[in-house]
T-cell receptor, first 115, second 116 residues
Framework: DAGVTQSPTHLIKTRGQQVTLRCSPK?????VSWYQQALGQGPQFIFQ???????QRGNFPDRFSGHQFPNYSSELNVNALLLGDSALYLC??????????????FGPGTRLTVL | QKEVEQNSGPLSVPEGAIASLNCTYS??????FFWYRQYSGKSPELIMS????GDKEDGRFTAQLNKASQYVSLLIRDSQPSDSATYLC????????????????FGQGTILTVHP
């Protein structure tokens, strides 16, 4: 049973550039959530996708956008990168209805460094 | 006031001891509570979920929930050096229909070190 996968593992960009991160959810899951984790902090919610639509969003600027595809995989796009965007980006999958629908399982993350 | 607060660490316990990790939350609409373990350089791993008041045991781990006091805790019995990690408390609001809708709100984490 494949778990949540993310790519790439690491990424180095310069200020002002754009980046796209990718996530494939766990088999059988249909909901993808994205989180940003700065060093020494807990993950912060960016947004959640379900049925190819963003259904909840955290306190992040419009530079952060996403997409979900018919196969439930998802992308996170960040435009006009700032130094402060350097963090571990985590994808979590969950659902559908069932005993564990509330539980979110994380992928290995993408470490983004902005220079 | 932070939405989810965890006891400040780092917490250091000897091997074989009980480690106690605490978490308080401010949103009374929270209905689901989770503990994640995160090893250095890795992603969070779900170790416990709890939804009802009381205790829930899974192996060496016991989660305790008191919604009236807005308090969640995690006890690790017979602590092992391999338990050394950051422990993250996360909460989620309830939602109608029992779906996966909703974000997790995390605390800042507590670093646990178990020394031989």
């Amino acid at each position: 049973d494949a778990g949540v996968t993310q790519s790439p593992t690491h990424l180095i960009k310069t200020r002002g550039q754009q980046v796209t991160l990718r996530c494939s959810p766990k088999s059988g899951h249909d909901t993808v959530s994205w989180y940003q984790q700065a060093l020494g902090q807990g993950p912060q919610f960016i947004f959640q996708y379900y049925e190819e639509e963003e259904r909840q969003r955290g306190n992040f600027p419009d530079r952060f956008s996403g997409h979900q595809f018919p196969n439930y995989s998802s992308e996170l796009n960040v435009n006009a990168l700032l130094l402060g965007d350097s963090a571990l980006y985590l994808c979590a999958s969950s659902g559908p209805r069932g005993a564990s629908y509330n539980e979110q399982f994380f992928g290995p993350g993408t470490r983004l460094t902005v220079l | 006031q932070k939405e989810v607060e965890q006891n400040s660490g780092p917490l250091s316990v000897p091997e074989g001891a009980i480690a106690s990790l605490n978490c308080t939350y401010s949103d009374r609409g929270s209905q689901s509570f989770f503990w994640y373990r995160q090893y250095s350089g890795k992603s969070p791993e779900l170790i416990m979920s709890i939804y009802s008041n009381g205790d829930k045991e899974d192996g060496r781990f016991t989660a305790q929930l008191n919604k009236a006091s807005q308090y969640v805790s995690l006890l690790i019995r017979d602590s092992q050096p391999s338990d050394s990690a950051t422990y993250l408390c996360a909460v989620k609001r309830g939602n109608a229909g029992g779906t996966s809708y909703g974000k997790l709100t995390f605390g800042q984490g507590t670093i646990l070190t178990v020394h031989p």
